[in-house]
Structure formats: structure tokens, C-alpha cells
């Protein structure tokens, strides 16, 4: 089975911190996928990147960036953390090809 | 803009009964299309996927695909109260990977 793992399950931080949400998959995806979910708006992509050192914007990317040194590992960064992006955080994977996407356990991340 | 349209429920069907949740579609150039469980606080999980037009059946679930008319469904027989939960509709295209989720439909199966 694939894993997809998130560093954390439940962040807490303040207004104006940098914030890093790690993502690690074990299957030797090439494609990671980072989303944002919140009530009444459903999942809205962020990022993603098809390959190492690869990146591209999805639907809502200003206030993240994100950073693929190795293919296993999707990080996003929160450069000046605020209180609108608090939100639960997914990181997903899949391989190449129209296979679905996995989805890790998801970071719920609150901006104090 | 890309549009994935689900009702966002709740849809509340007895135990034993079918559940029926439907989706429609904006981009024809959609590709594949998955249903995904979701509980609440948990992630998607993925429930089934079909690229094909017509009815592919996983145990008590069932995707139908129409592409001409840009809708799917998902069909629960036997429906369980351990099937609460919020269904999502996604699809890719032929653009990329990347998926175009439904806001989704909450189901209550009720005992």
C-alpha cells in the first residue's frame, strides 16, 4: 500500500512565523500534490510538482511556497504565517498516468 | 474555471437502502474520475475510480460514468451507518495530474 506521510497531525502557530508542513511518500511517486481544506469550499490545490526540483501553481498559491529537493519529500512553506490560512493541510501523491491520488492523514494547522 | 457540482446533502437513507450520489462536470476534457470517502477529521480516501462510460461495481459500490452528458454517479447498496460520511467527486484532465474535486455530498445512513 502507498503511504504518504505528514510530519504532523495538529500545528499550532502565530501570525508572521515562517511554518515548513513536511509530506514523505514511499512509493517512488513522481507527483505530489499539496491542498487546503476548508468548510464550504471544499479541497483547493496549492501546489504541486511532477518532479525533483519541479514546481507548479495550482489554484491558491499566494502566501505558500514549496520546496522538492528529493523525490520522496513535498514540503510547504508558510512564509508569513496569517489567521486565513488556517486550515486543514493534504498532501497527496500518485505515480504517473491517470492512477488517483493518495492522500496522507492531512495537518490541521491553526494561525494564532 | 472548472467546475465539479455535487449537492451538498445531507442525503439521509435508511440502513439497507441504496444511496445514490450524483456529480456533474464542466470540463469535457476530463479523463478520470474518482470518488473519494472522506469521515469527519480524516482525509479522502479513495472509494473507486472509472475512465470508461457505462457501470463498474467494487462489492456494494457502483460508479456510473456518462461522459456525454458530464456526470457520474456513485451507488451504495446495503447501505451501512458506517457509510456516513462526505463522498467526493475529482476528475483530472488531460492537462495534468492534478485533481478538480466536488465540494461534496454528506451522506446519514440512519439505523
Known amino acids: 500500500d502507498v503511504k504518504v506521510t505528514q510530519s504532523s497531525r495538529y500545528l499550532v502557530k502565530r501570525t508572521g512565523e515562517k511554518v515548513f508542513l513536511e509530506c514523505v511518500q514511499d512509493?517512488?511517486?513522481?507527483?505530489m500534490f499539496w491542498y487546503r481544506q476548508d468548510p464550504g469550499l471544499g479541497l483547493r490545490l496549492i501546489y504541486f510538482?511532477?518532479?525533483?526540483?519541479?514546481?507548479e501553481k495550482g489554484d491558491i498559491p499566494e502566501g505558500y511556497s514549496v520546496s522538492r529537493e528529493k523525490k520522496e519529500r513535498f514540503s510547504l512553506i508558510l512564509e508569513s504565517a496569517s489567521t486565513n490560512q488556517t486550515s486543514m493541510y493534504l498532501c497527496?501523491?500518485?505515480?504517473?498516468?491517470?492512477?488517483?491520488?493518495?492522500f496522507g492523514d492531512g495537518t490541521r494547522l491553526s494561525i494564532l | 474555471q472548472k467546475e465539479v457540482e455535487q449537492n451538498s446533502g445531507p442525503l439521509s437513507v435508511p440502513e439497507g437502502a441504496i444511496a445514490s450520489l450524483n456529480c456533474t462536470y464542466s470540463?469535457?476534457?476530463?479523463?478520470?474520475f474518482f470518488w473519494y470517502r472522506q469521515y469527519s477529521g480524516k482525509s479522502p480516501e479513495l472509494i473507486m475510480f472509472?475512465?470508461?462510460?457505462g457501470d463498474k461495481e467494487d462489492g456494494r459500490f457502483t460508479a456510473q460514468l456518462n461522459k456525454a452528458s458530464q456526470y457520474v454517479s456513485l451507488l451504495i447498496r446495503d447501505s451501512q451507518p458506517s457509510d456516513s460520511a462526505t463522498y467526493l467527486c475529482?476528475?483530472?484532465?488531460?492537462?495534468?495530474?492534478?485533481?478538480?474535486f466536488g465540494k461534496g455530498t454528506s451522506l446519514l445512513v440512519t439505523p
Open positions: 497527496a501523491s500518485l505515480n504517473s498516468g491517470n492512477q488517483p491520488q493518495h
Open positions: 512509493m517512488d511517486h513522481e507527483n
Open positions: 510538482s511532477y518532479d525533483v526540483k519541479m514546481k
Open positions: 470540463d469535457r476534457g476530463s479523463q478520470s
Open positions: 472509472i475512465y470508461s462510460n
Open positions: 475529482a476528475m483530472n484532465s488531460n492537462s495534468g495530474y492534478a485533481l478538480n
